[in-house]
């Protein structure tokens, strides 16, 4: 059987270079095949992102939980590890302390990846905005351009499938110098002291409120000055797993302080007789450690409101703001319609899709669905095919929520969502026992079960990462 020479591949076309764009690259590149890869910015930035590199993080600097055994972002990692991620590769080799999760410095690592996609023979970088849709000439080609994909490229794309776009906002969490926060009120400790990645068991900084003083901040989060929206966003939708602060206190007083003001797991070294009412934490955003965002702390309060309400928390009283939050207009296709099972838009199979435009919530679902297509595209690229991966792993299960395989129902309505176990089929007849014979009950099933789908989808995804 001959090999196809390199010199003999028509390169792939990849427009975005954000997470999924530079993983699709990547993969691309790794197997052989050229690639082109186009990138708006600097010549034209977006409402989030600050500067022109790759894979850039332009909100949390957390790949979340890093848990492999039974959570089901920590089985993406791992997933993603065995088929030769560069951004989990990038990511491993600039984490920084976060309890159980997975969090990097966020400037090292975006210059980390720029650097591997501008150094490789085969990736060609041009900078510039492609207006309008691809020509078919370019051929094998990757849309990638994200959540805030330009306007001129968004509207092309409705015009060709004749579908409405979705969308919905997002928003950033504010980041504080550590050198202004008072630890005479704060204090440093991961929630129950859990080690993770790069981690020592007082990974986060935490501030503590009583009761009063809580409720003194819910009250000022509802009554804040917000950002009004223009008269075609009033009806786009939050993404629930992302909701500003505000938007959760206006639900009710009980929803923040469950939420990621939980003040489990945490004892107050200054006064460990009480027990704190709730607990704002910050998390390490840059190697240095002179940068803490604020954990769960997305807003869409006006600067000023930000500022002065923020400062109302116990330790934060004289803090100082590297960067305030903000919300900003997320936008993604209906994949379940558009999209063929090789993630190809059916109007036009030239025309592949990855990343966060496709459906999919965070920077990890992100980059996978970058790695797959980028397989997808490379395969193609040598006159092959290869099938998404087996539904039973993370990759796959998240493949099968962006080409509707678990849409029921014709009233059935397609959202972002993230990895988790629900998108994962079940395991049959589990027979949910101790050791010793006892029925395993509560939290502890559902453990057990987690257990079992992760064992199940690391097996399961061998074949195809080794492909």
Known sequence: MSVMKTADIKPVHIIGAGMAGSEAAWQCASRGVPVVLHEMRPHRMTEAHQTSGFAELVCS???????????????????????????????????????????????????????????????????????????????????????????????????????????FFDAIAPIVYKDSIDFSKAWMQSRYDKKGPGGDGADYINCPLNKEQYLAFIDALVQSEQTEFKDFEKDTPYFESCLPIEVMASRGPETLRWGPM??????????????????????????????????????????????????????????????????????????????????????????????????????????????????????????????????????GSLTEHVTGGYMTGPKAKFQPMNVNFGLFPPIENIVYEKVDGKRLRGKDKTRFRKALLAKRALLHIEPWAEA
């Open 61 to 167: 600097n957390s790949f979340r939980s890093d848990d492999k055994h039974g959570n089901a972002v920590g089985v993406l990692h791992e997933e993603m590890r065995k088929s030769g991620s560069l951004i989990m590769g990038m990511a491993e080799l600039h984490k920084l302390p976060a309890g159980g999760a997975l969090a990097v410095d966020r400037e090292a690592f975006s210059e980390a990846v720029t650097l591997m996609l501008q150094q490789h023979p085969l990736i060609t970088i041009e900078y510039g905005e492609v207006k309008g849709l691809p020509p078919k000439e370019w051929g094998n080609t990757i849309i990638a351009t994200g959540p805030l994909t330009a306007p001129s490229l968004a509207n092309a794309i409705l015009e060709l499938t004749g579908e409405d776009s979705l969308a």
């Open 262 to 395: 939980k003040p489990v797991g945490l004892t107050n070294p200054h006064d460990p007789t009480v027990k704190s009412h709730a607990i704002v934490q910050l998390r390490q955003d840059n190697a240095l450690g002179t940068l803490y965002n604020m954990v769960g702390f997305q807003t869409k309060m006006k600067y000023g409101a930000q500022a002065e309400i923020l400062k109302t928390i116990p330790g934060l009283e004289n803090a100082v703001f590297a960067r305030l939050g903000g919300i900003h207009r997320n936008t993604f296709i209906n994949s379940p319609v558009l999209l063929n099972a090789q993630l190809q838009l059916k109007a036009r199979p030239d025309l592949r899709f990855a990343g966060q435009i496709m459906g999919v919530e965070g920077y990890v679902e992100s980059a996978a669905l970058g790695l797959i297509t980028g397989r997808m595209a490379a395969a193609q690229a040598r006159g092959n095919k290869i099938d998404h991966p087996p539904k039973t792993t993370a990759l």
